[in-house]
């Protein structure tokens, strides 16, 4: 079994493989209109170690990618953290929050949405689908008791977390994950968007709400990463590697930029987000 550092190098690996390469001389995470965005992506590139993608996908395909490879290094790497959080989790790409507890009742919504398509424009989109989602399925009376009788049919009646409350118990939804390959103004805004519908319309607790992005900027981080109140956090996947290749570059607003979003508990690397899973 790799520890966490030898699934941070495959996650690395992976991405290089299959999605992290040159195009027209550029790294496919830089904006080649800026000189730091294109140095700061060649440095990352070199210091993860590995060969770049020949051919890299562009747009949604090399998105879809980095999303599947991102939930592929979570699975396992929440799993060997499992037993500071233990029970039965649910990892996959695009799930729909209607099938987690706290949403469920937005499915009649849907439903009324979709037979009165004029109703969205007043109403707004209420329905968010994460890039990735983690949920807890409930546990069954046997496993509440498992160490002790603590547990009577007349008390807890209500709580999703437990199975025998309902007749068709819904997993609850422990985490809302958004995907960012790049981070571009027109675009950067939609996930904080999802994160606020995520919060005002569930019932019940609010889900760990986070980005995980490979963009080299950290202005373009900051645009999503700085306030409080929508995301937890925004998790680059090679945060060692951008800090190393910020220090090359040795230019004073770029390392002011990410020590505010570092030292101010907005930016954490991919390898941290297994363990705050597990608060």
Request: charge should be positive; include cysteine; hydrophobic fraction near 40%.
């Amino acid at each position: 079994m790799m520890n966490l550092g030898q699934l941070r190098r495959a996650y690395h690996e992976a991405i290089c493989r299959q999605v992290l390469g040159y195009r027209a001389g550029v790294p496919n995470i830089a904006d080649k209109s800026s000189k730091k965005s294109v140095r700061l992506a060649q440095g990352i590139l070199t210091r993860m170690g590995f060969s770049p993608c020949p051919n890299p996908p562009k747009g949604q395909r090399a998105g879809a990618l980095f999303e599947s490879l991102t939930l592929d290094y979570l699975q396992k790497a929440f799993h060997l953290v499992q037993h500071l959080r233990p029970g039965e989790w649910i990892f996959s790409v695009h799930g729909d929050v209607t099938v987690f507890d706290q949403y469920e009742h937005l499915t009649d919504l849907a439903r009324v949405l979709a037979q009165h398509p004029g109703l969205r424009a007043t109403l707004g989109d209420y329905l968010v689908k994460p890039d990735i989602v983690v949920g807890r399925r409930p546990v069954s009376d046997r496993q509440i008791n498992q160490d002790a009788d603590i547990l009577r049919d007349s008390t807890a009646t209500l709580t999703p977390l437990r199975a025998s409350n309902f007749s068709d118990p819904k997993p609850i939804l422990h985490a809302s994950i958004s995907c960012k390959w790049t981070i571009r103004s027109d675009r950067s805004q939609s996930s904080r968007t999802e994160a606020l519908n995520l919060i005002r319309n569930r019932k019940g607790n609010t889900p760990h709400i986070v980005i995980v992005t490979a963009e080299p900027l950290p202005s373009r981080i900051a645009s999503v990463a700085l306030g409080t109140g929508d995301l937890d956090c925004v998790y680059h996947m090679a945060l060692y590697e951008l800090d190393k290749s910020i220090q090359e570059i040795a230019d004073e607003t770029l390392s002011e930029m990410f020590n505010l979003l570092v030292d101010g508990k907005r930016l954490r690397d991919i390898s941290d987000l297994p363990f705050d899973l597990a608060i």
